[in-house]
C-alpha cells in the first residue's frame, strides 16, 4: 500500500546505498581478524542496510528483503553457530569453546583457533542483524505507513 | 538556581581534572597494568596476550583473539544478552497490541 509520505527520491537513494551498506557489514565481520572491526559492528551495519529500505521503501517492498517472520530464525542460528561451535569442541575432548579441538582436517591449533573465531563472528554478526531488524519491526507493527 | 547548577558542574569537573592528574602515563612501559607481576605477585594476564595472541591463534588484531577465544565465553555471554534483549521486546510488544485489539 502506498501512502502520501512515500517518495521515489528517497527510495531510489536508499536502493543505491543499501547492497554496499551491506557489502562493507560483510567486510568489516570477515576481515576483523586483520582491521578494527567484528561481528557486532559488522552486524550494526547489516541490520543498517536492510533497515534502511524498511524505513524508506514502506512494508510492502521490505517484505522482499528479509521478511518479518524470518529474523527470529535467523538470530537463532546466529547464538546456536556460537555455541553449536563451542559444544562440538566440547565433544571432540576439549574445554568449552576451545577452537583447537575443532574437527576440521589438514589444519594445525593455530588455524583451528583462526577459523573457530571466524565461525563465531559470522554468528555474532547473523544474530546482532537480526535482533536489530525484529526490535524494528516489532515497534513499528501494526501502523501501516511505516 | 542556574548559578548552582552550573558551579555545581564547574566543581565536578575541578574534581575530576585534579583527579586526572595522578593518572599513570599513556604507553609509558614502567606502568603496573604492563608489568609481568602484580604487586601482590600474581602473573598478570594482559603481558601473556600480548606476547602470545599472534602465536596462539595467528591473528594480528589482538582485540578479536582475546574477544573471540580467551574470553569466548564472555562474547558468548553478550550475545545471549542480546538475543534475550530481542526476545524481550517481542513478548512486550505483541502483548500490548494483542490487548489493543481487544479493547477495540
Given amino acids: 500500500m502506498r501512502s502520501k509520505f512515500d517518495s521515489p527520491i528517497v527510495l531510489l537513494g536508499s536502493r543505491l546505498l543499501a547492497p554496499y551498506i551491506m557489502l562493507f557489514g560483510w567486510y568489516v565481520i570477515i576481515h576483523g581478524h586483520y582491521s578494527p572491526g567484528g561481528g557486532f559492528q559488522g552486524g550494526a551495519l547489516l541490520a543498517a542496510s536492510v533497515l534502511l529500505i524498511r524505513i524508506s521503501g514502506g512494508r510492502v517492498i521490505s517484505r522482499l528483503q528479509i521478511q518479518e517472520f524470518a529474523t527470529t530464525p535467523l538470530a537463532i542460528v546466529g547464538v546456536v553457530l556460537y555455541f553449536g561451535t563451542g559444544l562440538v569442541a566440547m565433544i571432540m575432548g576439549g574445554n568449552f569453546l576451545d577452537y583447537a579441538y575443532l574437527p576440521i582436517p589438514g589444519m594445525e591449533a593455530d588455524w583451528l583457533r583462526y577459523t573457530g573465531m571466524l565461525i563465531i563472528e559470522v554468528g555474532i554478526g547473523l544474530a546482532v542483524m537480526a535482533i536489530l531488524i525484529m526490535i524494528y519491526d516489532n515497534m513499528v507493527k501494526g501502523e501501516d505507513h511505516a | ?104
Avoid: C
Avoid at chain 2, 573471540?68 to 564472555?74: P, T
Fill in chain 2, 1 to 104: 538556581m542556574k548559578a548552582l547548577k552550573i558551579s555545581i558542574l564547574v566543581l565536578f569537573a575541578a574534581v575530576l581534572i585534579y583527579a586526572s592528574a595522578d593518572l599513570p602515563m599513556r604507553g609509558d612501559p614502567d606502568n603496573l597494568m604492563h608489568a609481568e607481576e602484580s604487586i601482590t605477585g600474581t602473573t598478570v594476564k594482559g603481558s601473556y596476550f600480548i606476547q602470545n595472541a599472534y602465536r596462539d591463534a595467528r591473528t594480528p588484531n589482538m582485540v578479536t583473539v582475546v574477544l573471540g577465544d580467551y574470553r569466548s565465553i564472555d562474547t558468548f555471554g553478550e550475545q545471549v544478552v542480546i538475543y534475550t534483549a530481542g526476545l524481550i521486546t517481542l513478548l512486550v510488544l505483541r502483548v500490548t497490541r494483542n490487548r489493543r485489539n481487544d479493547e477495540e
